[in-house]
C-alpha cells in the first residue's frame, strides 16, 4: 500500500546538500558542514535532521548483519519475512540503507519500520525517500498489531513510518528485530524493547554514554548500571561487557536469554547486537555468564564469578564474562563482503551525480577505505571472540615480559598461530590481540619478536 504523502510540501530547509553513506544518498541539512571521511568521536549535534557521520560504520554493519540473517536463515525460515524496527531513526539513513543496500531477491522479506517523536526529522527521513527511492518497489500490505487490532501502517515504497514514543512504538508489534540507538544511554528503552521483540527475534543496541560504561564516571556508572568500573586498557571491553551485562539480565527477569552476535566498542560508542530468545531455562542460567574482571600480578586479570573482598578493590563488574561474538555470523562479516554489499558500481555514482551528488576519485578512494575498516579485523578475530580467549594490550606487554619495547601486532601474531595457537587482531583503536595461549606463553614470544631483545 502506497503511501499518500507524495504531494506534502517538503520540510524546512530541504533539500541541503547531499552526501553519499554507503550506497545510500544523504541529505544534509545546510548548517551541518560537508563529514570528513573517517570521522572519530562525537560530533557536534546542528539541530533535529543531524546525521552523526561517526556512526556509519556501525549503520554498515547492521546492513551485513540484517543481509546475513536473510540469506543464511538463522533467524526466520527461508519463507517468510523479518519485521524490522528503528525505534529513533532520526532522518532515515539507517533503514534506508536497509531498503537500499540488502540485495534485491531478499527485499521483500525485509519489513521495515520508521519510527522517531521528532516530526521534523521524520519529515526530513520521508522525503529522501521519496526522492531517492530503492531500485527496487516494494510494497506490504498492513498487518494487524500484537493484541489483534486494525493496524494504521501506510508503507511508503517499503518503508513504514511512525511518529511516535519510542517505548510505545517497540511494544505495539512483535518484531523480529528491533534497533535502538538513542542520544546517551539507552536503558530508559531497555525494557520495552525487550518486550517488543518476538520470542525469537534481534536486538541491535548503541550506547554513547561511554564516561559511565567505561568507569570514568563512577556515579553514573552505579547509578545506570549498578557496576564498579577500573579505567585501564580493559575499559572498552569493559564497557561492552557492562552493556551486554545489563541488557542480559533486563532479559532474564522477562524469561528471556541472550546470544552475542557482534558486541565491540567503536570509536566513541558501544555497539551490540544480541540474538534475544524467549526461554525461562535459559534465562535461569544468566549468572553463569555474569561475574568481575579481577586484575591480578601474575596475568592482566582473570573473570570471577563473586569478588572477594580483597579483589573487590582491583575488580571491575558484574559484567558479561561469555563470548562477544557468533563465530558463524562474525566471519562472513568480510571487506570483500561489505564492498559487495555497500558500495556504489560506477554506473550508480554517475546516476547520482546526475542527481547532483558532488563525489570526486578522492571521496571514491576514502569512503572504500571506510567500509573496509567497519568490518577490519573482524572476520579473522571471529573464533577467539566466540569462545574463550586472553585480551591483551600491546602497549603493556613490555612491562609484563622485561622488555624495552613492544613487538609489531602482526610480528607476534604470526609468531604466536606458528607454535600452535590462535591469535587475531582485535577491532579497536587500542592495538589488541585475543589468543587461545596462557599468559607465560604470550610473554616468551613477546621476548622473541620485540626489537629490542638482542
Given at each position: 500500500m502506497a503511501g499518500d504523502n507524495q504531494g506534502q510540501s517538503p520540510p524546512s530547509g530541504w533539500p541541503g546538500h547531499l552526501w553519499l553513506e554507503g550506497r545510500t544518498i544523504v541529505h544534509l541539512l545546510d548548517e551541518q558542514t560537508r563529514p570528513t571521511h573517517m570521522p572519530r568521536g562525537p560530533a557536534k549535534r546542528t539541530g533535529p535532521g543531524f546525521l552523526n557521520p561517526a556512526m556509519a560504520p556501525a549503520r554498515t554493519r547492521s546492513v551485513l548483519l540484517v543481509n546475513d540473517a536473510l540469506q543464511h536463515d538463522w533467524l526466520v525460515r527461508a519463507d517468510q519475512s523479518i519485521r524490522i524496527l528503528d525505534a529513533l531513526c532520526a532522518t532515515g539513513v539507517r533503514i534506508r540503507r536497509w531498503r537500499n543496500e540488502v540485495p534485491g531477491p531478499l527485499q521483500q522479506r525485509l519489513r521495515i519500520t520508521a519510527n522517531d517523536?521528532?516530526?521534523?526529522?521524520?519529515?526530513?527521513?520521508?522525503?529522501?525517500?521519496?526522492?531517492?527511492?530503492?531500485?527496487?518497489?516494494?510494497?506490504?500490505?498492513?498487518?494487524?498489531?500484537?493484541?489483534?487490532?486494525?493496524?494504521?501502517?501506510?508503507?511508503?515504497n517499503g518503508l513504514d513510518f511512525r511518529n511516535k514514543d519510542a517505548r510505545i512504538a517497540m511494544i505495539e508489534s512483535g518484531f523480529q528485530w528491533i534497533d535502538l540507538d538513542p542520544f546517551g544511554s539507552p536503558v530508559q528503552f531497555l525494557d520495552a524493547a525487550l518486550q517488543g521483540l518476538s520470542r525469537t527475534g534481534v536486538l541491535e543496541i548503541t550506547a554513547t554514554d561511554t564516561a559511565a560504561l567505561t568507569g570514568s564516571s563512577a556515579s553514573s556508572q552505579a547509578r545506570r548500571y549498578g557496576a564498579k568500573g577500573i579505567v585501564d586498557v580493559y575499559a572498552h571491553d569493559d564497557a561492552v561487557r557492562l552493556l551486554l551485562g545489563t541488557v542480559a539480565t533486563s532479559a532474564a527477569r522477562l524469561d528471556k536469554s541472550i546470544t552475542p552476535l557482534l558486541a565491540l566498542f567503536d570509536g566513541h560508542h558501544v555497539r551490540i547486537s544480541c540474538l534475544v530468545q524467549t526461554s525461562r531455562e535459559k534465562a535461569s542460567k544468566i549468572n553463569n555468564s555474569i561475574g568481575w574482571r579481577v586484575r591480578e600480578s601474575d596475568v592482566p586479570y582473570r573473570f570471577v564469578q563473586h569478588p572477594t573482598p580483597e579483589q573487590v578493590e582491583r575488580a571491575s563488574g558484574p559484567m558479561w564474562t561469555g563470548a562477544l561474538w557468533e563465530k558463524g555470523v562474525a566471519e562472513r562479516m568480510t571487506e570483500q563482503k561489505v564492498l559487495e554489499l555497500c558500495m556504489p558500481s560506477e554506473e550508480e555514482l554517475e546516476r547520482m551525480r546526475a542527481q547532483g551528488l558532488e563525489w570526486s576519485?578522492?571521496?571514491?578512494?576514502?569512503?572504500?577505505?571506510?567500509?573496509?575498516?567497519?568490518?577490519?579485523?573482524?572476520?579473522?578475530?571471529?573464533?577467539?571472540?566466540?569462545?574463550?580467549?586472553?585480551?591483551?594490550?600491546?602497549?603493556?606487554?613490555?612491562?609484563?615480559?622485561?622488555?624495552?619495547?613492544?613487538?609489531?601486532?602482526?610480528?607476534?601474531?604470526?609468531?604466536?598461530?606458528?607454535?600452535?595457537?590462535?591469535?587475531?587482531r582485535v577491532p579497536d583503536l587500542e592495538p589488541l590481540i585475543a589468543t587461545d595461549a596462557p599468559f607465560d606463553v604470550v610473554l616468551s614470544h613477546v621476548r622473541k619478536t620485540s626489537p629490542s631483545t638482542k
Open positions: 517523536l521528532d516530526q521534523f526529522a521524520l519529515d526530513w527521513a520521508k522525503a529522501s525517500h521519496q526522492k531517492h527511492p530503492p531500485s527496487q518497489s516494494v510494497n506490504h500490505e498492513p498487518e494487524d498489531d500484537r493484541y489483534g487490532s486494525n493496524s494504521d501502517q501506510v508503507f511508503d576519485d578522492e571521496d571514491i578512494e576514502y569512503s572504500t577505505r571506510e567500509l573496509r575498516r567497519s568490518v577490519r579485523y573482524i572476520a579473522d578475530a571471529a573464533d577467539l571472540m566466540s569462545r574463550e580467549h586472553l585480551l591483551l594490550n600491546l602497549d603493556s606487554l613490555p612491562r609484563w615480559a622485561g622488555v624495552g619495547g613492544a613487538p609489531k601486532v602482526e610480528k607476534l601474531i604470526t609468531s604466536l598461530i606458528d607454535s600452535g595457537h590462535c591469535a587475531a
